[in-house]
T-cell receptor
């Protein structure tokens, strides 16, 4: 059974700093890995999707990397802003294909203004 | 705006009552999912559907039933609600598995007394 772990569970940094969120998964047979953002009381918004054949994806100040063989992904946020405060969730789609994503429990990020 | 719409947004039930959560998407997506999100547990898949008329069990299906009579709608039913079903429920959809981003609804907060 696929398990996804996110470290740290919570992180607080001053505005302007670069930061890295970590995600690990136990079964390397994945189709893709996705990073989501969740604001309090809201649904999930997709940030980046990395296919299993890719090493990284970039969107603006966000860069996500994937090392499938070691079961790890990182989400790098450059020049953090107060608006980046949210919970960030990592999820993998595994060999079962259609049966949805396995999620980590998230990293609660607070950017101090 | 195109997207995933969940109704109702909030509901309070008494133990033993029944109810149905409705998920509607207007993106012509084939795949639809119901997740529940609980503190400390992350998101867990309840049921999913890979097309009109199909349904399948996810990780935590007990106590729930689903139907996909129309492609755009995915219904989640609780026949006899229990306090353990107090949670936030999220619906999501995607065009197909493996390559496409999941689009989530805003969530439905259910409390069972």
């Amino acid at each position: 059974k696929q398990e996804v772990t996110q470290i740290p569970a919570a992180l607080s940094v001053p505005e302007g700093e670069n930061l890295v969120l970590n995600c690990s998964f136990t079964d390397s047979a994945i189709y893709n890995l996705q990073w989501f953002r969740q604001d309090p009381g809201k649904g999930l918004t997709s940030l980046l999707l990395i296919q299993s054949s890719q090493r990284e994806q970039t969107s603006g100040r966000l860069n996500a990397s994937l090392d499938k063989s070691s079961g790890r992904s990182t989400l790098y946020i450059a020049a953090s802003q107060s608006g980046d405060s949210a919970t960030y969730l990592c999820a993998v789609e595994s060999g079962g294909g259609a049966d949805g994503l396995t999620f980590g429990k998230g990293t609660h990020l607070i950017i101090q203004p | 705006n195109a997207g995933v719409t969940q109704t109702p947004k909030f509901r309070v039930l008494k133990t033993g009552q029944s109810m149905t959560l409705l998920c509607a998407q207007d993106m012509n997506h084939e795949y639809m999912y119901w997740y529940r999100q609980d503190p400390g547990m992350g998101l867990r898949l309840i049921h999913y559907s890979v097309g009109e008329g199909t349904t399948a069990k996810g990780e935590v299906p007990d106590g729930y039933n689903v139907s996909r009579l129309k492609k755009q709608n995915f219904l989640l039913g609780l026949e006899s609600a229990a306090p353990s079903q107090t949670s936030v429920y999220f619906c999501a959809s995607t065009a197909n598995s493996g390559a496409n981003v999941l689009t989530f609804g805003a969530g439905s907060r259910l409390t069972v007394l």
